[in-house]
């Protein structure tokens, strides 16, 4: 049992350790490791397009890296580095679209259900409760079921 | 009637938009690039022939050229090197070639068996240009115009079909008249 459990634990490291591997970037400060963190995680690796280039192992993903890094200690600001990446790349490296004119439609349509839902259920309220004081029969619904 | 009037409108609604979005929606393999229509990157980088010279962007002012990154590591390249060959033999505009991440004897010999299709070939050892042109994966082929505009952008291997579709389409019609 003992055994079985060193093992496990031995794989973890050895997993933990990889994972790290694939970006060992240190920063002079936290404050600018933590940007530089941050950055990595919400570009998209545009070769192999589901994962950061944070914890992308190709070749692309490691000069996409340095270029941030190399951005962040010349005192650029994050969207300074995201407008560079989708000055070159387009929108779609970013995994978190910005909003703009082109998505607007995107950005206010659960707005516009919303609202569209409301309308609906307050006409069907009103409607009902204006049935109750003059109608005494029972809803066609209710009849049917 | 009337109680369906909304839902089947709501449903006629969904079915607009999601038309409209399968009929735009790009193939996924392809990112389209924000060049197209803007200025190409400025770059001077060295010569992969003769490290003494550079290969300007300066120096292709008032050109068409045809700009192809590739790297002796991609299976892709070898593949459109034919075609990139016969474009050559049309003499109807320069093909500039990037080296991209690539140790310069490999380039060198991979030129020597296969032969050299590019006017000039630049050098861009360790990946910054290609983040420039937004390239992801060799070879990426822009066509650039006499203004320094990109027109166009293949991803993927040349062949002669796209060649003709969409390169040659988009070059003006030929200055020599004895060629036509």
């Excluded at chain 1, 031995?10 to 400060?29: H, K, N, R």
């Excluded at chain 1, 349509?109 to 004081?133: C, D, K, T």
Aim: charged share 20%; aromatic share 8%; glycine share 6%.
């Amino acid at each position: 049992m003992r055994r079985i459990l060193t093992a496990l634990l031995a794989g973890l490291v050895l997993y933990a350790t990889v994972a790290l591997a694939v970006d060992p970037t240190q920063m002079p400060t936290p404050a600018l490791q933590e940007r530089y963190l941050g950055l990595t995680h919400e570009l998209r690796c545009m070769q192999c397009q589901n994962e950061a280039i944070a914890d992308s192992p190709v070749d692309l993903a490691a000069d996409l890296r340095r270029q941030v890094r190399d951005m962040l200690l010349a005192g650029k600001s994050d969207d300074d580095i995201r407008n560079y990446m989708v000055a070159r790349y387009g929108e779609f490296i970013l995994f978190r679209p910005r909003a703009s004119w082109k998505n607007a439609w995107l950005w206010a349509a659960p707005g516009v259900l919303i609202l569209v839902g409301a309308l609906v259920a307050v006409r069907i309220i009103q409607q009902r409760s204006a049935l109750v004081p003059q109608d005494n029969e029972p809803l066609e619904e209710d009849i049917r079921s | 009637m009337n109680r369906f009037a909304i839902p089947l409108g709501v449903f006629a609604l969904l079915v607009v938009v999601l038309a409209i979005g399968i009929a735009h929606s790009p193939d996924k393999g392809t990112i389209i690039s924000p060049l197209l229509g803007k200025p190409a990157p400025e770059f001077a980088l060295p010569n992969l022939l003769d490290a003494s010279q550079v290969v300007k962007s300066s120096d292709l002012k008032g050109r068409w050229y045809v700009f192809n990154v590739w790297g002796t590591w991609c299976y892709e390249c070898r593949a459109e090197h034919n075609t990139l060959l016969e474009v050559r033999q049309q003499n109807v505009v320069p093909i500039i070639g990037m080296d991209w991440k690539d140790p310069q004897a490999d380039a060198l010999g991979y030129l020597k068996q296969l032969g050299n299709p590019y006017e000039a070939i630049a050098v861009d050892r360790d990946g910054r240009e290609a983040i420039d042109w937004g390239v992801y994966g060799a070879p990426e082929t822009f066509l650039v115009n006499d203004k320094g505009i990109v027109v166009y952008k293949h991803v993927g291997a040349l062949t002669p079909e796209v060649w003709e579709k969409q390169f040659l389409s988009r070059l003006p019609p030929r200055q020599d008249p004895a060629k036509s």
